[in-house]
């Protein structure tokens, strides 16, 4: 019911508010409250809180290639998300196979993640549809959605202004951190496909093969492991996710193949042993 009344009175602001409207890349319109320096300041807020928490992973082979992977990814963005500088980090946490990108321009890889995702293209599948959620900006539309009233307003001025309390945890959340800090909030169903649509075609302008992301997802399913990923929340389910990866394929081939012809050719090095 609560849900609902969200709903509806999202519906009701991008009525009466058309400026606060956006049309996703996909052509969904999404309620966007926040300016892209306040998503980017909460992005960083949180991106520190993580770097605080978790422990980086020193071993140089292994930032090499997760850093490998994501300069080809983010270097072949297209339209704005291209001039964004990114930052990586690579999470020691082995139990957690897991990555996110946040606002502003912040990625993590856990080192779990990197043990499910077999090869330089499967990982860059993960990142791919990480990055994708914050071009698609869905980060702002989850945090406008919940917080339209004073009370949220306060929080989140609070939250970008440093100051921790009690609802920073729901702020990481919807900004895409969920399972990380304890609070599950999966993207919605619309959210996650629109990702994996956009992530397929960021995976295949950097010249990594498309087709590699259906097998990601499969070994995503079979690890299991304790925390669900954020890109194994309830929805949508494994079969639908591939169909619509299979739907997109044609279009990523085409992307890919160009690539290719251009000598985007990454050869990023997985270190054996992981
Ligand atoms: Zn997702």
């Known amino acids: 019911m609560k849900h609902r009344l969200l709903i509806v009175s999202a519906f009701l602001i991008c009525l009466f508010l058309v400026a606060a409207c956006a049309t996703s890349p996909t052509g969904r319109n999404q309620l966007q409250l ?52 990114w930052k990586v980090t690579v999470f020691d946490k082995d139990d957690e196979v897991n990555a996110f990108a946040l606002p502003g321009g912040y990625i993590g890889i856990y080192t779990g993640l990197l043990k499910v995702a077999e090869n330089q293209d499967q990982l860059a599948a993960v990142v791919g549809h990480e990055i994708a959620h914050v071009t698609a900006k869905h980060p702002n539309a989850r945090l406008s959605t919940q917080y339209t009233t004073q009370a949220g307003l306060q929080l989140i001025n ?38 994996d649509i956009l992530g397929l075609d960021y995976m295949a302008r ?16 079979r690890s299991g492991g304790g925390k669900p990923p954020e890109f ?35 050869q990023c090095r997985r270190p054996a042993g992981l």
């Open 34 to 85: 926040f300016s892209s320096g306040e998503l980017a300041r909460m992005g960083q807020v949180s991106y520190r809180k993580m770097a605080q928490e978790i422990p980086e992973e020193k071993n140089q082979a292994v930032n090499r290639y997760v850093n490998c992977v994501v300069d080809a990814v983010t270097a072949s963005l297209p339209g704005s998300a291209g001039r964004t500088e």
């Open 158 to 195: 609070a939250f970008i202004g440093g100051q921790a309390g009690g609802g920073s945890k729901e702020i990481m959340a919807l900004l895409g951190v969920g399972s990380q800090v304890g609070i599950l909030l999966p993207f919605s169903r619309s959210q996650e496909s629109e990702a």
């Open 206 to 221: 950097a010249g990594f093969d498309p087709r590699e992301s259906i097998d990601l997802w499969q070994n995503m399913a």
């Open 232 to 266: 194994l929340s309830t929805h949508p389910s494994e079969h639908s996710r591939i169909q619509t990866l299979q739907n997109r394929m044609p279009e990523a081939m085409e992307l890919y193949r160009q690539s290719r012809q251009q000598n985007r050719i990454p």
